[in-house]
C-alpha cells in the first residue's frame, strides 16, 4: 500500500539502489534494499547479457539505449530503487601524487590540481574529471600533498546519460576495484540471509557499489563538491528567509496587540469571539486526533502483513541453505507474494526432494511445483549430465 502521507512516508522510509558495474568483460547489475542504517535484502543479483555494441573493454559506446534497457528491466522486476551508483574500468583512471603550497582555498586546491594532472596527461586526454583527497603523509618540506585520480570526463558522461536515460539519480562513479574491495571488507554480507549473501558474492563489484549508498566513503568522478557547496548555499538562502518571515510575523503580531488594547471597549464582544473559536479549534483538534488514531491502527495492520511476509521469506531461506547437496542455486526472485527459484541439480530427485522440502512449510498460498525440469547435456568438466530446474510457488499474505 502506498501512502499520501509524507510523514508517515519518512517513518517508513526504506532504501532501494542500483549497483551497475561496468567491466572490461561483462557487466553485472545488484537491487539492494534495506532501512537507513543498514542493508538487509538482495532483490536481485546478475551478469547482464548486453549487445555487444553497448559496451565495449569497459566503455559504454550506446548511453541511451543501456539506460532505456536498464529501466525496462527495472520496471519488469517490479524494483524501485531511488538511486544507482556505477563503477569504471580500472584500467582508463590515472593515480597521481600533487603537492602544493599551503594556505589556499577549497577552490584553489580544485583548480590547481586539475592543472597539475592535466599537464602531464597527453594532449588528447586533456578533457578530465578528477577526485581527490589529503595524503595522510605531508610533503618533506611540511607543505600538504594529495593523492589524485583522473578518468576521461566522457567516460562519466556516458554513465550519466545511462541514469538520465533509466530515470534514475546517479549519485556516484568511482572505480570498480574500490567498490570490490568494500565488499571483502565490510561485515554487511555477514549480516544478510544467507540466499542474499550467496547472490550478492555472484557480483562482488555491483554489490560494492550498491552498498556506497550505507558506506558513502571513496573516489567519486561527480562534481559532488560543488553539488554540496550548492546546497550549502540554498540552506544559507532559506535560513535568511525564514528569519525575514518570521520577523515580519513578530511585527504582524505585535500590531494585532496594539490593535486589539486599542479596542478595549469592545472586550465583552471579543470574549465571545474567543469562546467560539476556541470551541472551533476543540473540534478541530478531536477530529485531527481521532484521524492519526485511524493511521495508527492502519499502519498497525500495514506492519503485521509485512511482518508475516518477512517471516515466510526467513523459512524458505533456512531451507534453500540447508538443502544444497545436489542442488545449486542460481537465482531467487520474490516479486511480492511471488515467489521463483532456479538452478541445477544432480537429479531430477534431488530437485524435487527440494520442492518436497519447501512444500512442507506451512506459507504457502500456492504450493511449490515444478514447471520447468529438464536435463542438459554433459558438462564438459565432469562428463555428467545437469538437470536445470525452476520452482514457483505464492507466498500467503499473513500466515
Known sequence: MRWSSWLLRLRQRRLCVVGLDVGPEFCSLVVLTGSPAQPDTVCCAEWLSLPEAWVVQGEVLQSFELGHWLQAYLEAGDYQPEAVYMGLNDA???HHTVTLAEGLSEDDVAFQLFAEVQSVLPEYAADISI???VDAEP????????WVQAVPRARVDALQRVAHAANLKLQVVEPRHDAARRTQLSDALAQLPQA???????CDEAFGLALRAWRDEGVNF???????KHLLRRAWVLGVSV?????AFLAAGFALVMSSAAESKHRQMGDVVASAQAYDAAQKTHAQAKAAQQRRAEQARWLKARQDLQSQSLQWSRVLS????????ASVKQQGTRWTVQGEALSATHAQQLVAQLTALDIWAQAPALPQLQITSAVPTTGLPVWQFRIEADLKVGV
Not at 542474499?196 to 555472484?202: E, N, P, T, V
Not at 561527480?222 to 554540496?228: E, M, N
Not at 528569519?243 to 520577523?247: I, R
Not at 540447508?322 to 542455486?329: D, E, F, T, Y
Open 92 to 94: 582508463c583512471i590515472s
Open 322 to 329: 540447508q538443502a544444497a547437496h545436489g542442488v545449486w542455486v
Open 222 to 228: 561527480l562534481p559532488h563538491r560543488a553539488v554540496s
Open 139 to 146: 610533503a618533506p618540506a611540511g607543505e600538504p600533498r594529495y
Open 243 to 247: 528569519c525575514a518571515m518570521g520577523g
Open 131 to 133: 577526485d581527490f583527497g
Open 196 to 202: 542474499s549473501a550467496a547472490l550478492a558474492w555472484q
